[in-house]
Antibody, heavy 118, light 107 residues
């Protein structure tokens, strides 16, 4: 079955950096676009970033543009997001999601919590 | 950016009753709209895509409708496992955006 497993979350100081991997299995990773979506504690969902199946195009939410970098390694079936210059408002559970029909998200990981605090 | 507005914020419904959730887009998204269910402490789950197509494994009591700027998610007869938060999401254009969610609670 399809599995997406995020890791790498934790407590980070403001201004710090973090890289979150999302390991996948159960589908042909190299054939699908992938996304990061986050959810601040007690809040709604916020789309963060997208990468095309072959890495040829990327899109970002304005709130993270210039600080977040999405990437993928199709040989390892793994998606990444590099998060720099962390701010308190980046505190959230970060989910990776597989693209389904259109740009819907048909499979989600369990999420990893990033807390930005001094 | 396309702003998605969901109403109501909270919907109190008795088990077995029908629930209708609304989602409005600030500009047309055609049928490029999805609905998700999220239970407490869990990741979201895709229910509906293309405004009206049920995702794999989703019960027939869930149905979606609408086009352009007005959309609905209907749960025909609420089961205990349906009490959750529901989000709509547009994928007509970047950035992808979600509505603020509707919490369906037990009346």
């Amino acid at each position: 079955q399809v599995q997406l497993v995020e890791s790498g979350g934790g407590v980070v100081q403001p201004g710090g950096s973090l890289r979150l991997p999302c390991e996948t299995s159960g589908f042909t990773f190299s054939s699908y676009g992938m996304h990061w979506v986050r959810q601040a504690p007690g809040k709604g969902l916020e789309w963060v970033a997208f990468i095309h199946y072959d890495g040829s195009s990327k899109y970002y939410a304005d709130s993270v543009k210039g600080r977040f970098t999405i990437s993928r390694d199709n040989s390892k079936n793994t998606l990444y997001v590099q998060i720099n210059s962390l701010r308190a408002e980046d505190t959230a559970v970060y989910y990776c999601a597989k693209e389904g029909s259109g740009r819907s998200f048909d499979q989600w990981g369990q999420g990893t919590l990033v807390t930005v605090s001094s | 950016e396309i702003v998605m507005t969901q109403s109501p914020a909270t919907l109190s419904v008795s088990p077995g009753e029908r629930a209708t959730l609304s989602c409005r887009a600030s500009q047309s998204v055609s049928s490029n709209l999805a609905w998700y269910q999220q239970k407490s402490g869990q990741a979201p789950r895709l229910l509906i895509y293309g405004a009206s197509a049920r995702a794999t494994g989703i019960a027939a009591r869930f149905s979606g409708g609408g086009f352009g700027t007005e959309f609905t998610l209907t749960i025909s007869s609420l089961q205990s496992e349906d009490f959750a938060v529901y989000y709509c999401q547009q994928y007509e254009r970047w950035p992808l955006t979600f509505g603020g969610g509707t919490k369906v609670e037990i009346k």
